[in-house]
């Protein structure tokens, strides 16, 4: 492992894994490579919170800075809930959802797995219905524990993505081929 692919792994086990964006970047990873490559401040993430950027000013050896407010604020861990009287099952929010925390299908109501929620309110402007409100989560603070969970189902959401596109492009490509032998 090279010395940079070695700090990079040590940020990103600094950073919550609410995969929330509010960084700047579309993953906590991509925000641990631009913080390797001096490309990022270290107070850029908000589920971190100001432990989050001690540690990230001790691992980089940077200066404490307070969260910069483009970024947003500290507050309270949330989640999101779902009112089911509502929801109209568009699948909006579950395409939305970077850890797959929320169930359903098309024109079905949707529920959230608050166990999952990692908070990061992505599904909150895609609902066309504003049946999505957050809350307060149980714990303060986005636990660690949480964060090893969150990385994993980030991932496999992720690979999946890149699944379903693959298929999908296969499917396309053999259903052009039939159609061009019927052509033919």
Same mark, same amino acid.
């Given at each position: 492992?090279?010395?940079? !692919?070695?700090? +990079?792994?040590?940020?990103?086990? *600094?950073?919550?894994? &609410?995969?929330? &964006?509010?960084?700047?970047?579309?993953?906590?990873?991509?925000?641990? *490579?631009?913080?390797?490559?001096?490309?990022?401040?270290?107070?850029?993430? @908000?589920? =971190? =919170?100001?432990?989050? +950027?001690?540690?990230?000013? %001790?691992?980089?050896? %940077? @200066? *404490?800075? @307070?969260?910069?407010?483009?970024? =947003?604020?500290? &507050?309270?861990?949330?989640?999101?809930?779902?009112?089911?009287?509502?929801?109209? =099952? /568009? !699948?909006? $929010?579950?395409?939305?959802?970077?850890?797959?925390? +929320?169930?359903?299908?098309?024109?079905?109501?949707? &529920?959230?797995?608050?166990?999952? $929620? !990692?908070?990061?309110?992505? /599904?909150?402007?895609? $609902?066309?219905?504003? /049946?999505?409100?957050?809350?307060?989560?149980?714990? !303060?603070?986005?636990?660690?524990?949480?964060?090893?969970?969150?990385?994993?189902?980030?991932?496999?959401?992720?690979?999946?993505?890149? %699944?379903?596109?693959?298929? %999908?492009?296969?499917? #396309?490509?053999?259903?052009?081929?039939? #159609?061009?032998?019927?052509?033919?």
């Amino acid at each position: 492992m090279s010395v940079k !692919t070695g700090l +990079i792994y040590k940020i990103d086990q *600094v950073l919550p894994q &609410t995969q929330c &964006t509010k960084c700047g970047y579309p993953s906590c990873m991509d925000y641990a *490579v631009a913080l390797a490559d001096e490309k990022a401040d270290i107070n850029q993430c @908000p589920p =971190g =919170g100001d432990e989050g +950027i001690s540690q990230l000013s %001790r691992l980089l050896d %940077r @200066p *404490v800075k @307070p969260l910069n407010p483009l970024n =947003g604020k500290i &507050t309270h861990a949330k989640i999101a809930v779902i009112d089911e009287d509502i929801c109209i =099952g /568009c !699948t909006l $929010c579950i395409k939305a959802c970077p850890v797959d925390a +929320i169930l359903g299908s098309n024109k079905m109501m949707h &529920t959230v797995i608050e166990d999952e $929620c !990692t908070g990061c309110d992505l /599904c909150i402007p895609v $609902c066309p219905v504003d /049946c999505i409100s957050m809350i307060d989560a149980s714990y !303060t603070k986005w636990p660690k524990e949480k964060a090893i969970i969150s990385r994993e189902r980030f991932n496999k959401h992720k690979e999946r993505k890149i %699944r379903d596109a693959k298929e %999908r492009e296969e499917r #396309l490509k053999n259903a052009s081929k039939v #159609l061009y032998n019927k052509k033919a």
